[in-house]
Nanobody, 123 residues
Framework: QVQLVESGGGVVRSGGSLRLSCAAS????????VGWFRQAQGKEREFVAT????????YYADSMKGRFTVSRDNAVNTVYLPMNSLQPEDTAVYYC????????????????WGRGTQVTVSS
């Protein structure tokens, strides 16, 4: 079992930045790949970024490349998602999720989920 708690969401103006955190706890949390997903109101949950268990492999959705950077610090079992150049279309609830070892972009492949953190970007 792995428990995930997201933090760092908030309200920011267009062009601004936020850094999300995903704190993991439970059995060997550092052995899990972590994915970030987001869900805007009335839309399906979509893939944002993912990082493997060691931090050596990352992958991003096309619209996030160059703006978002995923990293992790296994010493404190936390994954980070700094987000720059935020736009109103980035407004959503952001979730982190965990799966064993390797990365994936399909949300159905993730076993554990946090409750999400709201990001709101005003124009």
């Amino acid at each position: 079992q792995v428990q995930l708690v997201e933090s760092g969401g908030g309200v920011v103006r267009s062009g601004g930045s936020l850094r999300l955190s995903c704190a993991a706890s439970g059995d060997t949390a550092s052995n899990y790949a972590v994915g970030w997903f987001r869900q805007a109101q009335g839309k399906e949950r979509e893939f944002v970024a993912t990082i493997n268990w060691s931090g050596g492999t990352t992958y991003y959705a096309d619209s996030m490349k160059g703006r978002f950077t995923v990293s992790r610090d296994n010493a404190v079992n936390t994954v980070y998602l700094p987000m720059n150049s935020l736009q109103p279309e980035d407004t959503a609830v952001y979730y982190c999720a965990a799966r064993f070892f390797t990365i994936a972009t399909d949300r159905t492949e993730y076993m554990y989920w946090g409750r999400g953190t709201q990001v709101t970007v005003s124009s």
